[in-house]
């Protein structure tokens, strides 16, 4: 909450590119990727060619909009997930979420909006509709797709229990959809569900130890 609240959509996008070592991997390769990190209610891309980040941009996709209670009940359901139901003609109620078809059907469509965003496909009025930030400018193309966030540990096979949200089938439908609309590698940059926070502790370094000088510490 902490990071969210203070960073923003943008920063937190580069702070996960950094954090998840996805930065210093397009440098090492002298490659272009596009880095995905999909918490749990967004999703962040960064552009990032050769070690220098491009561009970023974030839409509201992520792995807790549904979620249950401590009683096991489905009762947390996001706006995000709302307007996918709608569409759907799914009732966002814990009886009907309980369902795990449901889920994935949910699931399966808020793939197809990351899958748009993360090609660069053209966005149907859902995938508008939950846009955080302009869209991705792409100055470059990128070769590989990294990933990071708690949907990464999926993706990857690093976890396989369910935590009592859509994490695991909206990374099954995923990595499906994205088998047979790219052919672009998916990539581990190394850390997966931690970035944003390894990022922000990498960021304040930086300022702390490069840009920032005082004259009078008692300035403190």
């Not at 220098?52 to 401590?70: C, H, M, W, Y």
């Not at 053209?122 to 070769?143: H, I, M, N, Y």
Request: proline letters at 4%.
């Amino acid at each position: 909450k902490f990071v969210c609240a203070t960073a923003g959509h943008l920063l937190e996008c580069r702070l996960a590119a950094h954090g998840s070592g996805a930065v210093r991997l397009s440098r090492e390769r002298n490659q272009c990727v596009l880095h995905v990190d999909v918490g749990g209610g967004t999703t962040k891309l960064a552009l990032i060619d050769r070690g220098k980040v491009l561009g970023s941009s974030a839409f509201a996709v992520g792995g807790r909009l549904v979620a249950s209670d401590d009683s096991g009940s489905w009762t947390r359901v996001d706006n995000s997930a709302r307007l996918v139901a709608d569409e759907l003609g799914i009732a966002a109620d814990p009886q009907t979420l309980a369902d795990p078809e449901v889920r994935a059907a949910l699931a399966g469509r808020l793939a197809t909006v990351m899958v748009d965003h993360i090609l660069d496909a053209p966005l149907d009025p859902l995938g508008k509709s939950l846009q955080l930030t302009d869209r991705l400018c792409r100055t470059a193309e990128p070769t590989a797709l990294s990933f990071s966030g708690g949907v990464s540990e999926y993706i990857f096979g690093h976890e396989t229990l369910e935590y009592g949200d859509i994490a695991r089938p909206l990374a099954r439908a995923l990595t499906a959809q994205l088998a047979t609309r790219s052919k672009l590698p998916l990539i581990d940059a190394g850390q997966r569900i931690r970035a944003t926070v390894i990022g922000a502790s990498q960021f304040t370094i930086q300022v702390s130890g490069k840009t920032i000088y005082l004259s009078d510490p008692r300035v403190l």
